[in-house]
């Protein structure tokens, strides 16, 4: 497609379950931003990618939290033994990846609940 | 993590009112961006500015990049229902884009 997607839209999930949510950026687009919104707040930055690489995993909140890129595409955002407070939107986003003009294009989110 | 001020942090406004809100930060961005989200939904660009004092529209929107390139501002003008939402700026700096905290826009018919 055309746009940046994400499945699945909905996860629920028992606590300590793992779960994986995956991106699909706009093609051609290099670099691969996710975020976590909880209900009413903003964007939290958690991890970053250029190509295949995570430049910058800072906003990973633990090492439960891991996220893979493979073939400059697809990415994977893999949450280990969830908790209860995991429970938020996981927005992807893709961009150009240049230094300039690099407009930033969002997925519509995985809406995640663990119970 | 790092957040940009926004303000208002949320506003009611009749229908066919102009809206203003805007950005502003202690530090110097390359871009600035405004998105739209709309509840169950992600953010959607609305709009994209490059160089400071740049003044750019998109049908009904209108937005600057100051010229200290610390802030920005979105007006929408004669707003109608379907404006209502959540409102993010974001700065982009290499390669990193810092949001807003978001003014979320209620439109009374």
């Known amino acids: 497609g055309a746009g940046v997607s994400q499945s699945p839209s909905n996860k629920v999930t028992e606590k300590g379950k793992d779960v994986e949510l995956r991106c699909d950026p706009i093609s051609g687009h290099t670099a691969l931003y996710w975020y976590r919104q909880s209900l009413g707040q903003g964007l939290e930055f958690l991890i970053y990618f250029q190509g295949n690489s995570a430049p910058d995993k800072s906003g990973l909140p633990s090492d439960r939290f891991s996220a893979e890129r493979t073939g400059g595409s697809v990415s994977t955002l893999t949450i280990q033994r969830t908790q209860q407070e995991d429970s938020a939107v996981y927005l992807c986003?893709?961009?150009?990846?240049?230094?300039?003009?690099?407009?930033?294009?969002f997925g519509p989110g995985t809406r995640l609940t663990v119970l | 993590g790092q957040q940009l001020n926004q303000s208002p942090q949320s506003m009611f406004i009749q229908e066919g009112e102009d809206v203003s809100m805007n950005c502003t930060s202690s530090s110097i961005f390359n871009t600035w961006l405004w998105y739209k989200q709309d509840p169950g939904e992600g953010p959607v660009l609305l709009i994209a500015l490059y160089k400071a004092g740049e003044l750019t529209s998109n049908g009904r929107l209108t937005a600057q990049f100051g010229i200290t390139r610390k802030d920005s501002f979105l007006n929408i003008s004669a707003s109608i229902p379907s404006d209502v939402g959540i409102y993010f700026c974001?700065?982009?700096?290499?390669?990193?884009?810092?949001f807003g905290t978001g003014t979320r826009l209620k439109v009374l018919a």
């Open positions: 974001a700065g982009l700096r290499t390669y990193k884009y810092i």
């Open positions: 986003a893709s961009s150009l990846g240049g230094l300039v003009g690099n407009e930033q294009f």
